[in-house]
């Protein structure tokens, strides 16, 4: 049974792979239905075609899908500037550029000279026989075959084929001068014009998209992949290196990765009630820039503060002291006079977060200080989820923003991160909305945010006895901006029959107001 990986998980992968790859961390990625990989510099992200698009097994589409993700990374890290491909000019650079980041690539990642040959065998499968081109086009698209494969698709006119062995041998020599003395982009770029003009070609024809990856399904069987691959790595020997096909088609250095996915993917499936049935939905926007709801030294603080909560005591660095001989100290004792005892919450919590149009104007302070719990509920290992609600086209939405059963990561991050504050608080409304799901994952606590006073505090009152009925504490913090209108609401709160509520009138002070729930039950 085919297994269909998940777009969120895929997503967390790819922009923690490309991170890591590229050393940028504000690097997001998202995914387009545009037959091409792209990555946009100036706007720190990358475009990747969806899994889906490619051909192959599941684990074959896994692994282009993965090597696509380094080939952008490389060239976030090594490319000063990328042209498009629309145009011969640029086509042509980003040819060359391509063996260029491969080659200094793998200097560093070894690793990745399997998944290039087993690349490169599918990109020769998808690249266009040149018979299906016309004009100039053709000339290009063969340039970019004998540069990259040693080899064309089809027949060219003998003249025309002179033109692009020529281009290409100067190309080749052009590159090698570049990796000797570690050149760049810009520097590559002045010399386009020599091969555009023995390819004889006008340096702004327009190139065809000419990967069609989704189409009729190729019949191809695992030993004509095999013959291709082989095919491949002896004609790429020179410049990458001899490579074991058969280990290149096996990928087990990848295999172990796939099968966490794979895991990482049943276990993000519905369990029980479908949240989607009862009207709670999931943000699906994949091109979200979360980083700006990071705020690193809040969370690094709220790291060192609950470490110290956790341990039960507070470290302390000073210039003079006392001296301390531990040996002849224990002498006198004959038992231990140190105990270590841990702290730490069993509870399972609900985080409900408000987003009424209220807090518009100051809902990333807000995000980031929901962001900074997060960051210590996970690092304080407590079983959490989160949930936000507001209203979209007139219509009151539940928002899944952390299931109970997943790790909090960028992708929880990223579905925070797009949802905008707008509408009232119908408080009861969302509650009727979540009461079946959480009745079968049965939390210990439910605990609101809100910034303001319930559109029907009478229907508040009914539903609270609902979840109490079924074991689940309901408490709330009232969030305000002074002081008094933080305790106003906090108090009215109260009289809706909340079993505790607290106020905050600085929202950095959330995490901390949080906790102190959590340490009580």
């Known amino acids: 049974?085919?297994?269909?990986?998940?777009?969120?998980?895929?997503?967390?992968?790819?922009?923690?792979?490309?991170?890591?790859?590229?050393?940028?961390?504000?690097?997001?990625?998202?995914?387009?239905?545009?037959?091409?990989?792209?990555?946009?510099?100036?706007?720190?992200?990358?475009?990747?075609?969806?899994?889906?698009?490619?051909?192959?097994?599941?684990?074959?589409k896994y692994r282009q899908f993965r090597t696509a993700v380094w080939y952008e990374?490389?060239?976030?890290?090594?490319?000063?500037?990328?042209?498009?491909?629309?145009?011969?000019f640029g086509f042509v650079l980003n040819t060359i550029e391509r063996r260029r980041i491969e080659l200094v690539g793998r200097r560093i990642w070894k690793g990745m000279d399997t998944e290039?040959?087993?690349?490169?065998?599918?990109?020769?499968?998808?690249?266009?026989?040149?018979?299906?081109?016309?004009?100039?086009?053709?000339?290009?698209?063969?340039?970019?075959?004998?540069?990259?494969?040693?080899?064309?698709?089809?027949?060219l006119q003998a003249s025309h084929f002179e033109k692009v062995k020529k281009a290409s041998s100067i190309a080749k020599d052009i590159l090698d001068d570049a990796l000797e003395k570690n050149y760049d982009t810009e520097w590559l770029e002045k010399h386009i014009p020599k091969i555009i003009k023995i390819l004889d070609i006008d340096p702004l024809i327009t190139i065809p998209l000419s990967v069609p990856i989704k189409g009729p399904t190729l019949l191809l069987t695992p030993d004509d992949f095999l013959k291709s691959l082989q095919k491949i790595a002896k004609k790429l020997e020179g410049q990458?290196?001899?490579?074991?096909?058969?280990?290149?088609?096996?990928?087990?250095?990848?295999?172990?990765?796939?099968?966490?996915?794979?895991?990482?993917?049943?276990?993000?499936?519905?369990?029980?009630?479908?949240?989607?049935?009862?009207?709670?939905?999931?943000?699906?926007?994949?091109?979200v820039d979360e980083t700006r709801i990071f705020d690193q030294d809040l969370i690094n603080n709220l790291k060192n503060r609950f470490r110290e909560w956790k341990i039960g005591y507070k470290e302390q660095n000073a210039v003079t002291g006392d001296e301390f001989e531990p040996e002849m100290f224990l002498e006198g004792y004959e038992k231990p006079f140190l105990i270590d005892v841990k702290k730490s919450i069993k509870s399972k919590i609900v985080i409900l977060l408000d987003h009424s149009s209220s807090i518009s104007d100051q809902q990333i302070q807000y995000k980031k200080a929901t962001l900074g719990l997060c960051e210590v509920l996970a690092f304080l290992k407590i079983n959490f989820s989160v949930f936000a609600f507001n209203t979209t086209n007139r219509q009151v939405i539940c928002?899944?923003?952390?299931?109970?059963?997943?790790?909090?990561?960028?992708?929880?991050?990223?579905?925070?991160?797009?949802?905008?504050?707008n509408g009232g608080t119908p408080l009861a409304e969302v509650y009727v909305k979540m009461l079946p799901l959480l009745s079968s994952k049965k939390p210990d606590i439910f605990l609101t945010l809100s910034d303001g006073e319930p559109s029907d505090p009478d229907a508040v009152r009914m539903i609270l006895k609902s979840y109490k009925n079924i074991g689940v504490k309901m408490t709330a913090i009232g969030v305000g901006r002074d002081t008094p209108s933080a305790t106003t609401i906090a108090h009215n709160l109260k009289y809706l029959g909340y079993e505790k509520t607290l106020a905050v009138s600085r929202l950095i002070e959330i995490p901390n107001r949080v906790l102190s729930i959590l340490s009580e039950y």
């Not at 990374?73 to 011969?88: E, F, G, P, T």
């Not at 928002?399 to 504050?421: F, M, T, V």
């Open 1 to 60: 049974m085919s297994l269909q990986l998940r777009n969120d998980t895929l997503v967390e992968i790819a922009t923690f792979l490309v991170r890591r790859w590229s050393d940028n961390d504000k690097i997001i990625v998202e995914f387009s239905q545009k037959k091409i990989n792209e990555t946009r510099l100036k706007e720190n992200s990358v475009v990747l075609i969806p899994i889906g698009e490619y051909q192959g097994d599941e684990f074959g």
């Open 73 to 88: 990374s490389m060239r976030i890290k090594n490319c000063k500037k990328i042209l498009s491909n629309d145009h011969a």
């Open 116 to 155: 290039m040959i087993f690349n490169y065998a599918w990109q020769w499968i998808y690249r266009p026989e040149l018979s299906s081109l016309l004009g100039k086009s053709r000339i290009v698209e063969a340039f970019y075959q004998y540069f990259l494969f040693d080899d064309i698709k089809g027949e």
């Open 240 to 287: 990458l290196g001899k490579i074991d096909p058969v280990e290149a088609v096996e990928g087990k250095e990848v295999a172990k990765e796939f099968e966490i996915v794979k895991n990482e993917t049943k276990k993000n499936e519905s369990k029980g009630i479908s949240k989607e049935v009862i009207g709670i939905q999931t943000p699906g926007d994949t091109n």
């Open 399 to 421: 928002w899944q923003i952390k299931p109970e059963d997943s790790k909090w990561n960028n992708s929880c991050a990223k579905r925070l991160a797009q949802i905008p504050a």
